[in-house]
């Protein structure tokens, strides 16, 4: 192509997709704001917070939190929609005294105190006694079953430059894309050779990732059945550790062992397929050694090996929801996608270990203990939403995050993946990007591969 139509057709590109983040792209915001405060009392009862636009309550619009450190403070949280701003604290059912501490509003950056609305003369309230304002806290008397306050907050405005801070959003995602666009510009011939080097040499792929499962566990009396139980056991042994020993509450009114499956088992396949992937060249030495093979392909051969185990789990997890009564949907379908996302990632970091390795050995005990601090960071054992919600975008920087919870998506939730187009795109810059430095680091020490092994 003539350099000036290259140049030509790049700036157009780069046009395009500026129009496309000033038109789509925004700043993912927080519909909710939350009530948190510390009690204590020494009754056990659900509190709860009620909202609505007047000081008129329907009941149907609230949020509950089980008091249960009965004699000990107990931080409370309640998350509730964002246009409304009447709010009833319920303090449960039983006659009591108990002390408020640390009543907040927060939201997004933005934390307002709530003591003096709390105890603001004139407030409606419900089998409420006498108010005292003590050093750390309120002390209030609950005289009846029914005990309530009601504040009136529609006079609190937030500050926080959600305008700015979604024009910032915006250059940042351009600014990003545009990068990658000439990123991709620059290597492409690299990253279209690799391309070519898979399709020619598919079959010999096959063939060896299939060897390479099979070679895995010869010897042994049950051979390649290792590789099924290994996932199965580990999944036993969580649900039994966190269901049974810490008797963990369903996940939003689904069951606990079906939420965590759906989060091991696409952490399953990127462990495996990463450490496989990461010690590939040097346990094909012998290969790589060899002029006219294209050691690039061995990475996959051991991605490959791997997703015939993944396979199995998926099929797994679809009989343990079959046995417990949930019929597999349409949404399941999206386990092919979010499987390729698992593959695509994994490849693009393999093909930097996999060459860095060669000349530091140590790398495959630091990526085995990074991989032992990912699964803890990534949501599989327990939920994002635990974590406030303002510090919930850092979990998500995590691909990993993206493509668990898209499992989850596609097992419980029933959303299809376009739905959560921020964090589509989002996740494929990552990838595309983590894919581009990948294939570089291998091309560079790929001509070194030879002398050291």
């Known amino acids: 192509m003539n350099k000036r139509y290259k140049i030509l057709l790049i700036t157009l590109v780069l046009i395009v997709i500026n129009i496309i983040v000033i038109k789509f792209v925004n700043l993912p915001k ?31 619009q609230r949020v509950d939190a089980l008091y249960e450190t009965i004699g000990e403070k107990q931080n409370l949280n309640f998350e509730i929609q964002k246009e409304y701003q009447w709010i009833r604290l319920d303090f449960g059912n039983s006659i009591d005294t108990i002390v408020i501490d640390n009543i907040k509003l927060d939201y997004m950056d933005e934390s307002i105190e709530l003591i003096d609305y709390l105890i603001k003369e004139g407030n409606i309230s419900n089998n409420i006694g006498n108010i005292a304002i003590l050093e750390h806290g309120v002390q209030i008397e609950l005289t009846g079953e029914d005990p309530y306050i009601v504040m009136d907050l529609t006079n609190i405005r937030f500050t926080s430059n959600e305008e700015g801070k979604n024009i910032a959003f915006k250059v940042s995602v351009s600014i990003i894309l545009m990068i990658i666009v000439l990123t991709i510009q620059r290597y492409l011939k690299d990253f279209i050779l690799i391309f070519k080097e898979v399709n020619n040499n598919k079959m010999l792929i096959w063939k060896l990732s299939r060897n390479d499962f099979k070679t895995k566990y010869a010897g042994s009396y049950l051979g390649v059945i290792w590789a099924f139980v290994q ?37 399953f396949f990127y462990n495996e397929a990463l450490l496989n992937a990461t010690s590939s060249l040097l346990e094909y030495n012998y290969l790589v050694k060899k002029v006219v093979f294209k ?38 379908i999206q386990v092919i996608y979010y499987s390729f996302c698992t593959f695509f990632l994994v490849l693009g970091i393999s093909y930097a270990t996999s060459a860095i390795i060669i000349f530091f050995k140590d790398l495959g005990q630091i990526v085995n203990i990074l991989l032992q601090f990912g699964m803890w960071l990534t949501p599989i054992m327990w939920s994002y939403e635990m974590l406030p919600s303002e510090y919930q975008w850092i979990l998500k920087l995590n691909p990993m995050y993206y493509i668990v919870e898209g499992y989850r998506d596609a097992f419980i939730r029933h959303v299809w993946f376009w739905e959560r187009y921020n964090q589509t795109i989002y996740f494929w810059c990552v990838a595309l990007v983590l894919f581009g430095v990948g294939t570089l680091i291998f091309k560079k020490l790929k001509v070194h591969f030879a002398d050291v092994l």
């Open 30 to 60: 927080d519909d909710n704001i939350q009530i948190s405060y510390d009690v204590l009392g020494n009754c056990s009862g659900t509190y709860q917070a009620l909202y609505s636009t007047s000081d008129v309550f329907d009941g149907q």
């Open 231 to 267: 996932p199965i056991v580990t999944v036993v042994i969580y649900w039994f550790v966190f269901q049974v020993g810490f008797k963990s509450a369903p996940m939003n009114d689904f069951p606990y062992v079906l939420w965590l499956i759906a989060g091991m088992v696409p952490w």
């Open 295 to 332: 050691i690039s392909i061995l990475p996959i051969v051991k991605i490959m090996s791997s997703l015939y185990v993944h396979i199995f789990f998926i099929v797994f997890a679809n009989i343990v929801y079959l046995i417990v009564g949930y019929l597999p949907s349409i949404y399941m």
